[in-house]
């Protein structure tokens, strides 16, 4: 029976999250002594051997992008964690900052160090407003015990925390519309070139990181970049904690080493499915809608890639045989619908036609030619969009035409 | 379902409401192909080619619009009698096409304006209101164009004698807003209706002029996002300075000016009335450019005065007069060093944008050499009371002015003109050109010169006049859209700034100490590129507007002797101008 | 509609709260936001005077975020997450109860100006589904008999 392998979540329960002395006693802030002391290459030099990837959804290489950034040299450089978790289906942020909130922060400070910035903002979404009083108190404290400031625990560096609260976009979670978000405008995303790691906040440069990634950090600089490449496979190194919820007996965070279960296995572990399989939503709104063939597929980045999808920010939402596919996938697209932000063309447009088509499709009024249609629009949306919103908008919907088109076909006459 | 028909030939119909007939006879243009699709189709209904017309068929193409009872009945008993009805040709598909201009006005008004006193019999009037076919029934497919051109017709003709067309396919996209006020304002308005959120009004006022008056509202697809001021406050109660670049750039044209048209017509009726045109040329060369075959700038200029002499305008007075009465006044008070007259006042959208932007630098402007000021002071002293002034120009700024009856862009003057039956290309030039009244003659051709610009040119000239010495000006650019012009005299050197990107004056309203004379030049291409213009989004167009005015000055400065040409600035520098300051 | 000056008053001092940050914003407009309920045109007006930034920009801010409102709410705004898990997991019911139970829609305020009735997007509870928020406050594992209760505690003023 395969278990969890809790790195991150170990303490989830045993230690008061806001106490600064419940986290040293579990090691927290030896990384950062020691990493005070590394050299900044060196620290680079260890998260690129962890082979971390990005636990936002786009599972970039952690390491490259520090680099991306350290070699910039322009100043002030800023790093923002962004905790917008706007994915449906996401809660493992949530359950981050209500373990080991300390470890984040530290995680950042560290990110900060190696990379030459000076001032970084923490994003917490507007839907968490425990979470966000929290941050700004721990940053508060830290700031009182020297962790944070002019001068880390007496060394030359200087490092400090803004705490920003978001308002309700989903599309501020995108590394560029972040941006825009904190510099007080509305959040929609950038153009890309420049990158953010060029062009970011206020112009200057920036590294986006998630909060996931950097809870990560400390252990990869504590225990080696080794230690944590030996968890995992070759190109999914680590643990990720995925959302698990919809029909599982018991939905939750599980932190599963990635490539030690499969899919199905992963639903077993949150207690199997209660009544019958329909199939299971992973990814996220932004994600794949897979039938039941997919239970065997290891869950790794490479695996999911291999079979057309990918694991977005770790959301598993296993559904059973009362669920209909063309209501979840209409929730789905008026979701992107409210979420577009509405500079593009394709977005703009494409959603609200997606979800006039498909309402259409429900009252009966809609032919086969309308599922053409469909594919179509969902094609142009992937291929015209600026940003990630409009390009993966489609997923759920192509997926399931794909793979549930008797749903779909009944529809029709 | 469709494989039944093939068995017996489909029935096509080509009917047209309310229109050219531009597509019916279009389809008749394709000749060749026209025989085989009678062979492969049974041409039910063609009124056009046809005597024996029949309904029902099974494909109706249909074109026009609906602009009375009669064609919506016939629409109707259209649709019931086809399975598929196509829209073909712009007016059919979208907004009513070339017909729709005639919504903006109320129905009565427009009768009247034809009919004059018959009365409009419900019975037999028009719809009040034009809207496309799909407003009536339902379309299965649009065929936009006009016309459209032949290959498509083609095209779409065999395609659907193969397959019946997929209904909503090639759709509009509903991305227009929608549930949202027209932003109303003193020199135009918005309407959000016609908004497709392209963002180049947007960019324009935030990344050239700097002051970002109008930015993007709310979130979401469909008709959710729009373009709008502070909770939709008139343009001119917010940071707008009326530049009206935002209208050059729309390329929907959801922006429209303040429309004057009625107002002057009731000015130029009112018989006790004494009406004066202030014409200014740059006006002119957008209105030739879109609409004249005439190509000689300075004819054209002479038919738009007998235009207007033809509808009542009892004098035509040339606005370049203005111009240079503020050039000399500030060209002496700029030799002497004057810090009240630093900046320069021609530009309505620039005193806007200092009042508005930066207010500290007030103390360098003085209002009382804004041009119009200047001019008006004098005319309204020599016409009296019954005087009523209509100016024409395409600044959109002027409309804001409390100094002036009417005004009047190149699009209102074009509206008024052919309103009034008058096509500016029949009519005859005029003999006198402008009137020179009010100023003394020996300089009146110099004051018809058009200071092209940046003004600040010809105020150097008229400084290097004024100062007797030998010219020596040296133009630098400092950076794009920042320009200095140094002239040197014999006792001083005078330093002149030129912004043509007003955002880039936030760098340098430190700098003011360190010049004699600063113009800002906030629409592209100068007054070439001004908001009352028929709007272009190149700027090739624009710098022939630039060449027409050059080439007119250049034809007043070849027609002037030497002689004549001292003389007129001898008087001038003997103050035998008439500054009404 | 608070009291104009008063509004202008208050503004300044929440401005000059956050001067010290470099991304003031949103904090600002949180602040005015927990203040008055919503954002009033006046308050943003007083903001982009004392930022030094056009209206226009602010007033685009402040649209673009659905946890904001320009217009007048209730005192309680009722979130239901309306995505994914939470749809799946019957939040129908949950919103017809309140439907029924307070006599709105949603996006109305009832008569009292005690609650506005919204839907939102996923809020981060899918474990815990169906769920909502009510102001600053989170509700999970909901039933409709269970929602009510809540409300119910909000009328009575408990919460």
């Not at chain 1, 977005?347 to 469909?374: D, F, N, P, Q, Y």
């Not at chain 2, 041409?43 to 056009?48: A, H, Q, R, S, V």
């Not at chain 2, 209509?390 to 074009?414: F, H």
Request: aromatic letters at 8%; a negative charge.
């Amino acid at each position: 029976m395969v278990e969890e392998n809790r790195v991150i979540l170990k303490y989830r329960g045993q230690i008061d999250p806001e106490s600064l002395d419940d986290y040293l006693s579990i090691g927290g802030f030896q990384a950062l002594r020691k990493a005070l002391k590394m050299r900044r290459s060196e620290i680079i030099g260890e998260v690129n051997e962890s082979r971390l990837r990005g636990r936002g959804g786009a599972a970039f290489w952690t390491g490259f992008k520090w680099e991306s950034v350290a070699v910039q040299t322009r100043r002030p450089k800023y790093m923002i964690c962004n905790s917008d978790e706007g994915e449906p289906g996401t809660f493992k942020d949530r359950y981050v900052w209500e373990t080991v909130p300390f470890q984040v922060l530290e995680g950042m400070i560290i990110g900060a160090i190696a990379t030459g910035i000076e001032y970084g903002f923490v994003y917490v979404r507007g839907e968490y407003p425990w979470i966000y009083r929290r941050v700004e108190k721990l940053v508060n404290i830290l700031r009182d015990e020297g962790y944070l400031g002019s001068s880390i625990l007496g060394s030359a560096y200087s490092f400090d925390i803004e705490v920003v609260q978001g308002a309700g976009a989903y599309v501020c979670g995108e590394s560029s519309a972040i941006l825009e978000s904190i510099e007080g405008k509305r959040g929609g995303p950038r153009v890309k070139p420049p990158r953010t790691s060029v062009v970011g906040v206020f112009g200057q440069p920036t590294l986006v990181q998630n909060v996931e990634t950097l809870a990560n950090i400390p252990l990869i600089i504590k225990n080696g970049g080794k230690w944590y490449a030996s968890m995992g496979t070759r190109s999914s190194t680590g643990t990720r904690i995925f959302s698990i919820s919809g029909f599982v007996k018991k939905p939750g965070p599980y932190e599963i080493e990635l490539g030690s279960a499969t899919l199905g296995e992963a639903i077993q572990l949150a207690g199997g499915v209660d009544g019958e399989l329909k199939g299971v939503i992973i990814g996220g709104a932004s994600g794949y809608m897979i039938p039941p063939d997919f239970l065997d597929m290891l869950l790794t980045m490479e695996d999911a890639e291999k079979r057309g999808i990918s694991l977005g920010s770790g959301v598993i939402v296993p559904f059973t045989s009362e669920i209909s596919v063309v209501d979840v996938v209409l929730n789905t697209m008026r979701f992107f619908e409210h979420e577009s932000c509405g500079r593009c063309t394709p977005c703009r447009g494409g959603t609200r036609e997606i979800v006039e088509i498909i309402e259409k499709l429900i009252k009966g009024e809609g032919t086969k030619e309308h599922l053409s249609l469909l594919e179509r629009w969902g094609k142009t949306m992937m291929n015209a969009s600026i940003c990630g919103l409009g390009k993966s908008a489609p997923n759920m919907l192509l997926s399931s035409l794909k793979y549930f088109r008797n749903e779909w076909e009944s529809l029709v006459g | 379902m469709w494989g039944d028909f093939m068995k017996e030939k489909t029935r096509v119909g080509i009917f047209g409401l309310t229109c050219c007939a531009g597509e019916e006879l279009n389809i008749t243009n394709l000749e060749e192909e026209l025989v085989d699709i009678a062979e492969m189709v049974d041409i039910k209904n063609y009124l056009m080619v046809q005597s024996n017309n029949e309904l029902p068929v099974d494909i109706a193409f249909v074109a026009g619009f609906v602009a009375t009872p009669e064609d919506r009945k016939r629409l109707y008993e259209i649709r019931e009698n086809c399975k598929y009805l196509i829209a073909l040709g712009s007016c059919a598909t979208s907004c009513g096409g070339i017909h729709n201009m005639r919504s903006r006005y109320a129905l009565e008004e427009q009768y009247s304006e034809v009919y004059d006193n018959v009365k409009l019999e419900k019975e037999f009037a028009p719809l009040s209101e034009v809207k496309p076919l799909d407003y009536y029934v339902d379309v299965d497919y649009y065929i936009r164009g006009c016309p459209v051109p032949e290959e498509e017709i083609l095209y779409y003709i065999f395609k659907f004698i193969r397959n019946p067309p997929v209904k909503n396919e090639l759709l509009p996209v509903n991305i227009q807003t929608g549930n949202y006020d027209e932003v109303r304002g003193m020199a135009f308005s918005l309407d959000p209706k016609k908004c497709v959120v392209c963002r180049r009004c947007v960019n324009i006022c935030q990344k050239h002029i700097g002051v970002g008056a109008i930015d993007i509202i709310s979130r979401g697809g469909g008709a959710r996002v729009v373009v709008s001021t502070f909770f939709g406050d008139s343009f001119e109660n917010r940071e707008c300075i009326l530049c009206g670049q935002c209208l050059t750039v729309c390329p929907v044209g959801a922006y429209s000016v303040r429309n004057d048209v009625s107002q002057v017509r009731d000015i130029l009726d009112d018989p006790d009335n004494f009406v004066i045109a202030l014409l200014d040329p740059m006006a002119c060369t957008s209105m030739m450019q879109h609409f004249s075959r005439e190509e000689n700038f300075h004819l054209f200029l002479r038919r738009v005065i007998s235009s207007l002499r033809e509808i009542g305008f009892d004098k035509v007075i040339s606005f370049t007069y203005a111009y240079h009465l503020s050039l000399i006044h500030q060209a002496r008070h700029v030799l002497k060093g004057d810090e009240q007259e630093k900046i320069a006042t021609w530009c309505p959208a620039a005193i806007n944008l200092i009042r508005k932007k930066y207010p500290s630098l007030l103390k360098f402007v003085n209002m009382e050499t804004e041009p119009l000021h200047m001019l008006m002071s004098i005319l309204r002293n020599d016409f009296g009371k019954n005087a009523k002034f209509v100016l024409i120009t395409p600044c959109v700024a002027y409309k804001n002015s409390g100094e002036i009856d009417a005004v009047l862009t190149p699009r209102e003057l074009r509206h008024l003109l052919s309103s009034s039956g008058v096509d500016i290309d029949i009519m005859a030039p005029d003999k006198v050109g402008f009137d020179r009244e009010c100023l003394p003659s020996g300089m009146m051709e110099i004051m018809n010169i058009y200071p092209l610009g940046p003004l600040a040119e010809s105020l150097l000239s008229y400084i290097h006049l004024f100062s007797g010495s030998e010219e020596n000006i040296q133009r630098v650019q400092i950076e794009k859209g920042v320009e200095e012009i140094v002239i040197r005299l014999k006792n001083s050197t005078k330093r002149t700034l030129i912004i043509t990107e007003p955002r880039k004056m936030d760098k340098y309203q430190e700098s003011v100490k360190d010049y004699d004379y600063i113009e800002i030049v906030p629409c592209i291409g100068g007054c070439a590129g001004g908001g009352g213009h028929y709007p272009t989004s190149s700027f090739d167009v624009i710098q022939e507007r630039r060449s027409m005015i050059d080439e007119y000055n250049n034809r007043i400065v070849s027609k002037l002797s030497r002689w004549a040409l001292t003389r007129a600035y001898e008087n001038i520098l003997k103050e035998g101008f008439r500054c009404p300051l | 509609m608070p009291p104009e000056n008063d509004c202008r008053e208050i503004v300044k001092e929440i401005v000059e709260r956050h001067k010290n940050r470099k991304a003031p914003i949103l904090p600002i407009l949180h602040d005015i936001y927990d203040t008055f309920s919503y954002l009033p045109q006046e308050a943003l007006e007083e903001v982009a005077k004392l930022l030094k930034i056009p209206t226009a920009r602010i007033y685009s801010t402040a649209t673009f975020y659905h946890l904001f409102s320009t217009e007048q709410q209730g005192k309680y705004v009722i979130r239901i997450c309306d995505t994914l898990t939470c749809h799946m997991k019957k939040n129908r019911e949950i919103l017809e109860a309140i439907e029924k139970y307070l006599g709105i829609k949603v996006g109305e305020t009832t008569p009292d100006g005690l609650f506005t009735l919204k839907t939102t997007s996923c809020i981060g509870q899918c474990d815990r589904a169906p769920a909502m928020m009510i102001n600053d406050k989170i509700y999970v594992s909901l039933t409709p008999e269970k929602v009510i209760k809540i409300i119910d505690s909000y009328k009575r003023g408990e919460s």
